[in-house]
C-alpha cells in the first residue's frame, strides 16, 4: 500500500465518521459536530488514503488553528486497527504540528485519555509536555485527560539562522534523529543525521573486490552489501553514540544505481522501519548528493542550502547537471551523459595506459608530472552542431575512444607511451568539459551557484578548474568534504531530515529499487 | 514466537508460535517483487497476527538455494529486523523446509517411517536447478540433509531413482520454516551457518587487459 494524504472535505464525512464510531465507542463526535470542523475555516482536517482497503481513508487527523491566533489545538486524530503501527500517526501529527506553525500559533495543546498510554508515548516524543489533567474528562467512562503542550517554532524557512533561533527557544523541538541506507553501487554507507547535524558517516566499500575485474561488477557488489549492512548499522550508531531505539526515522536509496544492490538496502531498510515502528524514506540518491552539502564532515551544524544552485554530480555511475530550486520539492535535469560516466572513463583509460583500478586517483596522480596541452584530446558534445541539443549532455565514450587510438599507434610504431602527459591531457580534456558546461548552466540560469558531488570531486584537477572558472565568472562554488562526496548514508539521512522537516508524509512499504528513478523523483511514495 | 522470512523462491513471511498454536504467513509466489512485498507481508504478518516486534524472540532466515538477487532481500531483511530487535537470527536452508512441510504431512507407515529420501529440486533459473536430498525425520521431525544443495543441468541432477520421491517446489512456505526453526531449536539443532546459499560464482571473469580499439 502507499498511504496518500490530502486534506479532508465534506464528502468524507462518512468515512471519517466510520473511524470515529469504532474507534471511540463510547463519545464519538456526531456527525453534525464532525460536518461543522471539518467546514470551518479555523480548522486543518487531514485524510489518509489507502486504496488497497476496501475502505480507502484509513486515518484522519484535525487542527484547530485560527490564523494570528497564539494557541491551537489537536481536536481529534484516528487510525483504523489494521493500519497502526506504520507511523500514520505520526506523520498526520507532524503535518498539523507543521500547520499550527504555519498559521502563526506559537503553542499548540492536546487533550489525550490517562488509560492510553501509547498515544501519550507518541505525543511526548513529538516533544509535547502534560501541563495539567482534567479529572474525569472524558464520559461516560469517567477517564481523566491529560493535557499537553508543545512550543511550535517560529514560521520554518526564514533563512539561514532558523537552527539558531530553534535552538534558543524555549522547549524547542529536536529535529529527528535520521539513519540513512545508501547501497547504489560498491559502498554500503550508512549515516546518521539530526538535522544538518552529521553524527555518524560510516561506509564500506567493496572497491578493493573489483579492482581484478576492473571496473564495479554488479554482482559482486550487491554480496558485498549484503554482508556489509549489519556491521555498517552497528558502526554507524556506535560513532554517533545512539542506540537503534533513539532513531526516529530512515531513510534508503531507492534509486538511480545498481537494481541488484539497491534492493539490498530496500529490504534492509524495510525491515528496520518495521522492527523499530518508524517512518521510512524512499529516496533518489542523485538528490542524495545534493543534500550532503546541508552537512559539515566534523559534525558541527551544518547550514541550509543556497538556492537555487545548479548542481554538478560526477561519479563512477552519474553524470549529471541538476537545476535545484528546492532540496525537496523541485529539482531539475538538465543534463546527463549520453554514453559512459565521467569515473568510468577514467578507470578505462586508466587501464589502456596500464595503471590499476580504480582510475581516477591513478591518472590523477600520473597526471601530475604531464602536459596537458601535450596532446589535444577531443572535448564531447561541445561542437556548435551538438550544442543545439547536447547543451547540458556529456560524453566520455569518445575522448576514451582516442586516448586507445593514440596510444595504440606509438605502442604499433614501438615508441615509448608518454603516461604522463596522456594522463594528464584526457584528464584535461574531461574535467575541461565537465566545468564548462556547469559554469554555462549557472551562467544561462542567472544562477551564481554551483555545486559539486560524486567521487569524482576528489579529482584534483576537477577542484582547481571548477574554482578557477567560477571566480572569473563570480559565481560561488561549493564543495562538500569528500567523504559526503563520494557516495554515503549520511547524505541520505539528511535527505530524509529535509522531507520530515518539510512536512512530507513517509513513503508506503511498497516501494521497490528503481535503477533509472529520474531526478524529479526526490521521494518515491 | 519467531517471524520467517524466504526469498529463495517467491516472497513469504510467517509468524509462528508453537506455544500459542499462531501460523499466520503472506506469501507473494511473483519471484521479481521481492523488494517491493517484503516490508508489506512482513507488516501484514504481524498485524494478521496481533504480535508487535517486540514480541518475537528470534528472526528466521531461508538462505537458499535461490536465485541470488531476490534471496538477498530476505536475508538483508531478517539480518536487520534481529538487529533491531536485538533477537537471535536463526538460518535455516530454505528446501529444508520444503522437505520438513512433505514429512509432516505423510502419515508414518506401520513401519514407523513417513516416508523415505525426498530430493527437493527447486528453479536456479539459466535452465539450471537446486536439489537437495533428505532423509526422513525421526522423534524430532527435523529432516536430516544428507547431499546437497547442489546446481545441476536438469539431466545431471543426482539421486535419481534410487528409492527416492521427488519433489519440484515452485514455493518455499514460511510457516514451514518458522515451524522447521522451532523444532531445531527445541531439540538443540545446529543451525547452518548465517551465509546465503548462492552456489554460483558471480558471473565475470578477471580483466584480461584492454582490448583494441584499432584494427
Known sequence: ?525 | MLLAIDTSAGTSVAVVDGATGIAVERSVDDTMRHAEVIGALVRDCLEQAGVRPADLDGVVAGMGPGPFTGLRVGIAAARVFALARGIPLLPVVSSAAVAFEHYAAVAPNAAGNGAGRLLVVTDARRRELYWSLFDAPGESGIPTLVDGPGLATPADVPHAGEGTQRIDAARVSGVALGRLAERMRAAGADFPADHALYLRSPDVTPAAGPKRVTA
Open chain 1, 1 to 525: 500500500m502507499s498511504p496518500r494524504f490530502r486534506r479532508a472535505t465534506g464528502a468524507d464525512l462518512d468515512s471519517i465518521m466510520a473511524i470515529e464510531r469504532t474507534t471511540f465507542t463510547t463519545d464519538a463526535w456526531s456527525a453534525a459536530t464532525m460536518a461543522g470542523e471539518l467546514d470551518s475555516p479555523h480548522t486543518y482536517y487531514l485524510v489518509v488514503e489507502d486504496d488497497s482497503r476496501p475502505d480507502a481513508v484509513v486515518a484522519y487527523a484535525g487542527l484547530f488553528a485560527p490564523r494570528g491566533a497564539a494557541e491551537a489545538d489537536i481536536q481529534t486524530i484516528a487510525v483504523v486497527e489494521s493500519a497502526r503501527g506504520t507511523g500514520l500517526g505520526r506523520a498526520l501529527m507532524r503535518d498539523l504540528i507543521a500547520e499550527a506553525a504555519r498559521r502563526g500559533a506559537t503553542e499548540l495543546f492536546l487533550e489525550v485519555r490517562a488509560d492510553n498510554p501509547a498515544a501519550q508515548g507518541l505525543y511526548r516524543s513529538l516533544d509535547f509536555e502534560q501541563i495539567a489533567t482534567r479529572p474525569r474528562y472524558y464520559q461516560p467512562d469517567g477517564v481523566d485527560a491529560f493535557v499537553m503542550r508543545r512550543a511550535l517554532p517560529p514560521e520554518a524557512e526564514s533563512g539561514p539562522d532558523t537552527g539558531t533561533a530553534a535552538d534558543t527557544a524555549d522547549a524547542a523541538p529536536r529535529d529527528p534523529l535520521v539513519l540513512g541506507i545508501e547501497t547504489s553501487c560498491d559502498e554500503t554507507g550508512v549515516g546518521i543525521v539530526r538535522g544538518t547535524a552529521l553524527l555518524a558517516n560510516v561506509i564500506s566499500s567493496s572497491m578493493d573486490e573489483h579492482a581484478r575485474y576492473g571496473g564495479v561488477v554488479p554482482e559482486v557488489a550487491a554480496r558485498a552489501h549484503l554482508e556489509a549492512i549489519e556491521p555498517t548499522i552497528r558502526a554507524a550508531l556506535a560513532e554517533a553514540d545512539v542506540s537503534l531505539a533513539d532513531i526516529d526515522a530512515v531513510a534508503v536509496t531507492s534509486g538511480p544505481g545498481l537494481a541488484g544492490a539497491l534492493m539490498v538496502g530496500v529490504g534492509a531498510a524495510k525491515a528496520l522501519a518495521l522492527a523499530l515502528d518508524r517512518p521510512l524514506y524512499a529516496v533518489n540518491h542523485l538528490v542524495g548528493h545534493v543534500g550532503a552539502d546541508l552537512l559539515r564532515a566534523d559534525g558541527t551544524e551544518g547550514a541550509e542550502l543556497e538556492l537555487p544552485t545548479i548542481a554538478l554530480l560526477v561519479s563512477g555511475g552519474h553524470t549529471s547537471l541538476l537545476l535545484v530550486r528546492d532540496l525537496v520539492s523541485d529539482v531539475e535535469l538538465l543534463g546527463e551523459t549520453i554514453d559512459d560516466a565521467a569515473g568510468e572513463a577514467f578507470d578505462k583509460v586508466a587501464r589502456v595506459l596500464g595503471l590499476p583500478y580504480p582510475g581516477g586517483p591513478e591518472i590523477d596522480r600520473a597526471a601530475a608530472e604531464g602536459d596537458p596541452r601535450a596532446i589535444r584530446f577531443p572535448r564531447g558534445l561541445t561542437q556548435p552542431k551538438d550544442m543545439a541539443k547536447h547543451r547540458y549532455n556529456f560524453s566520455f565514450s569518445g575522448v576514451k575512444t582516442a586516448v586507445a587510438r593514440w596510444v595504440e599507434a606509438r605502442q604499433d610504431a614501438g615508441e615509448p607511451v608518454p603516461v604522463a602527459d596522456v594522463a594528464a591531457s584526457f584528464r584535461e580534456s574531461v574535467v575541461d568539459v565537465l566545468t564548462a558546461k556547469a559554469v554555462a548552466a549557472c551562467i544561462d540560469h542567472g544562477i551564481p551557484r554551483l555545486l559539486l558531488g560524486g567521487g569524482v570531486v576528489a579529482n584534483a584537477r576537477l577542484r582547481q578548474l571548477a574554482e578557477d572558472r567560477c571566480r572569473s565568472a563570480g559565481i560561488a562554488l561549493r564543495v562538500p568534504a569528500l567523504s559526503l562526496c563520494t557516495d554515503n548514508g549520511a547524505m541520505i539521512a539528511a535527505l530524509g531530515a529535509q522531507l520530515i522537516r518539510a512536512g512530507h508524509a513517509p513513503s508506503g512499504l511498497d516501494f521497490g529499487a528503481d535503477s533509472t528513478l529520474p531526478v524529479t523523483d526526490i521521494q518515491v511514495a
